[in-house]
C-alpha cells in the first residue's frame, strides 16, 4: 500500500519521535509500533495531526495497546 502513495499517518506527522502503540510483556518484552493508521493518496492532503495516546498505559491495569489517532480536514482541499 505504501508503494501505492499511502502514507503512514503517524510516522508522516512525528517522522523523527519515537512512537509505540503495543507493550509486549508476555512474550519477549519491550515495546513496538504494531498499529498503524494508513491515509489513502486523495486525503494525505487533509491530514492535520496523528499521534499515539501512550498516557493510557498509566492507568492501573492497561491494555497492552495504547490507542492511535488521526485528525483529517474533511471541509479542506
Known amino acids: 500500500m505504501l508503494g501505492n502513495g499511502w502514507?503512514?499517518?503517524?510516522r508522516r506527522i512525528h517522522p523523527q519521535k519515537g512512537i509505540y502503540t503495543y507493550w509486549?510483556?508476555?512474550y519477549r518484552g519491550g515495546y513496538d509500533r504494531m498499529d498503524h493508521l494508513l491515509v489513502s493518496p486523495s486525503l494525505s492532503n487533509r491530514l492535520?495531526?496523528?499521534g499515539v495516546d501512550a498516557d493510557l498505559r498509566g492507568w492501573e491495569k492497561p491494555s497492552d495497546h495504547a490507542l492511535a489517532w488521526i485528525e483529517l480536514d474533511l471541509c479542506g482541499k
Open 7 to 10: 502514507i503512514d499517518a503517524v
Open 48 to 50: 492535520r495531526d496523528a
Open 24 to 26: 509486549n510483556f508476555s
